[in-house]
């Protein structure tokens, strides 16, 4: 009998150990590539500032998230949506965090989400939205956001709303689209059967439909999310005095200081990647129910 | 007027009440359902097809009828314009004397799959009837008695301990189980079945036609189920009605793309399967062997020939003690 292969060919199968071993082969390169240019760089030029040392990246990381206090406060956007404002006193890190995430980053997801759903559901399940609503939702999906920022600015100012206004933007036409597709995907038989169990047009809406395209709900934010990361950051960028996309491009200005802005880009992206692994984890603990690939 | 204008025995037509012209004018309040000269044309991409036409049938209250015919014969378009998913291009359909409209309640359907919810358990989906039916407040206040009944229904069809399962962890035939229960507690006038058992294998599929008889026999529900296999056609009806997808229309000579009701086999000599004991008989043998010559041969039709016994055992039949093993106490 012909032993296993371990590295190449289709039928490879590694032991758990020599995977952990494969997947560590790139970062550990990536990571000594690093440290060999920037110490070469560093020896030439003693006071550089473009390829810092881990040392430095981490003495400079801990300055950053070092705090002494909360500071916390409620504010309301538009008046009825309450946003705690958390200040982490001296740390700008933290602080930065709280605010992209928790109030700019949910409350546009939130949002966004909300009406997505209700919209692409009504417009799927009632056909006279078809016509009103779906061919315009369908050309609005295609204006870049970007484009439409100096507007949101004008319009809104440079407060709260134009980067929570630019998230929803971004997202809530995708969401839309995707819940009125994933809507006419369940099966005819399925929406009959209904009827003759009673159900009224708000019945089957609301009561039928509704909960069994939530999990799509999630998944079509899951795979977004890279949208609402960029259009959070874009905004941050442009206006704003705090956050962590201002706090990137603050550091550029100032500088530049390479040891501030290159920890942040690595949690911003273990932000992202903990978001989109969360929901994934909610996905599969909330709706058992789910076939995944083949419909039911 | 009967269609065996030649070759037949007047007793050979005898056992064919065949759709005649007397029939057409009797009252749509005479039949529970009552389907009427019914047309159904789609326009596909090659011009207009016509899947039903002539389709002329009654059914009365309390029948099991079975609707057999070959693939794509127009046997679930018809359920679409019973249940009223879709509208016939000509004719009409009456439940009660009603005309037939949308979807609701009077007509249930059991379909080979995508019947249940999938997100809801097996009791849920069994309660989705009263759920939708309700208001919220009446729904709070009847919980109780109604998961009680539920759980009598699971009971019965012994599913309760799988209860707590989503659709996708039950069996085929769990799940058709359910779905028939669903529509038990919806309790609609005629039950409608597409094919319900197609996708099962041999051992489950006769489990549940035998599961299906005993329900029918305890609640003395209106059946129209809809199967392209004779034998089950013959083993659970009362009825067999067999659509052909070609018609012949023996009035005229002409050969007419179509189909139409091919003949309405009363209970009697064909339909022998009234009682279970009766579809033990080896005549069900020979009556399946009939209806394959009229049902899929309909050049046949006037060559009805000698039964012939020695085909019996490539029935399976199922033995008393088989039927009686499953009888149990139905709520009526
Ligand atoms: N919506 C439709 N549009 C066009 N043709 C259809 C449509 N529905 C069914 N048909 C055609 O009608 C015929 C009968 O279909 P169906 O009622 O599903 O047959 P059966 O259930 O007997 O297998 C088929 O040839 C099918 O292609
Ligand atoms: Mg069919």
Redesign the pocket.
């Known amino acids: 009998m012909r032993k296993r292969a371990l590295l190449l060919g289709i039928h490879a199968e590694p032991p758990r150990w020599l995977q952990i071993v494969y997947m560590s082969i790139v970062p550990v390169i990536a990571i000594a590539g690093y440290y060999w240019i920037s110490s070469n760089y560093l020896a030439d030029n003693p006071h550089g500032k473009l390829l810092p040392s881990f040392m430095m990246m981490l003495r400079r990381f801990l300055v950053l998230t070092s705090f002494s206090g909360i500071d916390f406060e409620l504010n309301w956007v538009w008046g009825f949506i309450p946003v705690p404002d958390i200040t982490l006193i001296g740390s700008l890190f933290w602080g930065d965090t709280a605010i992209s995430l928790f109030l700019r980053l949910l409350t546009g997801l939130t949002i966004a989400s909300a009406v997505g759903l209700i919209l692409g559901l009504n417009i799927a399940m009632f056909r006279t939205l078809q016509f009103l609503v779906l061919p315009w939702v369908t050309v609005l999906s295609f204006v870049p956001v970007v484009a439409v920022m100096p507007i949101l600015l004008i319009v809104l100012g440079i407060g709260e709303e134009a980067k929570i206004v630019l998230i929803i933007l971004g997202l809530v036409f995708i969401i839309t689209l995707s819940m009125y597709e994933k809507t006419r995907e369940i099966a005819q038989e399925l929406l009959v059967n209904a009827r003759t169990l009673g159900a009224t047009d708000l019945g089957l809406t609301y009561r039928v439909v509704l909960p069994m395209v939530i999990p799509d709900l999630l998944q079509t934010m899951r795979l977004n999310m890279g949208i609402a990361w960029y259009c959070l950051l874009m905004g941050e960028a442009i206006a704003a005095q705090q956050g962590l996309g201002y706090r990137i491009f603050l550091f550029r200005r100032v500088g530049p200081d390479m040891a501030g802005i290159l920890p942040y880009v690595i949690c911003i992206t273990l932000f992202a990647f903990a978001i989109y692994y969360l929901l994934g984890c909610i996905e599969r603990r909330l709706f058992p129910w789910k076939t995944d690939g083949e419909k039911q | 007027m009967s269609i065996f204008h030649n070759g037949g025995s007047a007793e050979e037509a005898q056992h064919f009440d065949m759709v005649t012209k007397k029939d057409m004018v009797l009252n749509p309040k005479d039949h529970l359902l009552h389907i009427e000269n019914v047309r159904k044309v789609?326009a596909?991409r090659d011009g207009a097809?016509t899947?039903l036409d002539n389709v002329d049938l009654r059914v009365s209250a309390g029948e099991f009828v079975a609707l057999v015919?070959p693939?794509?014969?127009?046997?679930?378009?018809l359920l679409r314009l019973i249940l009223g998913s879709e509208r016939p291009t000509s004719g009409a359909l009456y439940l009660d004397g009603e005309p037939i409209g949308f979807p609701d309640p009077t007509r249930g359907i059991v379909y080979q799959k995508y019947g249940l919810f999938p997100n809801r358990t097996a009791l849920e989906n069994v309660l989705m009837p009263h759920k939708l039916k309700l208001s919220f407040s009446e729904w709070q206040k009847r919980k109780k008695e109604l998961i009680g009944q539920a759980e009598h229904y699971l009971e019965i069809a012994q599913l309760i301990e799988h209860k707590d399962k989503y659709p996708k962890e039950l069996s085929g035939g769990q799940q058709q189980r359910t779905a028939v229960m669903q529509q038990l507690i919806n309790d609609p006038k005629v039950l409608l079945m597409d094919e319900p058992f197609g996708a099962l294998d041999p051992g489950s599929r006769e489990r549940m036609q035998v599961f299906l008889l005993n329900i029918w026999e305890k609640t003395g529900k209106t059946i129209f189920f809809v199967t392209h296999d004779l034998e089950e056609a013959v083993f659970l009806a009362t009825r067999v009605v067999v659509l052909s997808q070609y018609y012949t229309d023996d009035r005229t000579d002409l050969k007419v793309r179509g189909s139409c009701i091919k003949c309405d086999i009363k209970t009697g000599t064909v339909g022998q399967a009234q009682s279970t004991k009766s579809k033990l008989d080896p005549k069900f043998t020979a009556t399946i062997e009939h209806l394959r010559d009229v049902g899929f041969k309909p050049d046949h039709l006037h060559h009805v020939r000698e039964f012939d016994l020695t085909h019996a055992d490539s029935f399976h039949t199922v033995t008393p003690e088989e039927v009686n093993g499953l009888a149990c106490d139905f709520p009526k």
């Open positions: 789609y596909g097809k899947v015919g693939s794509g014969c127009g046997k679930s378009t």
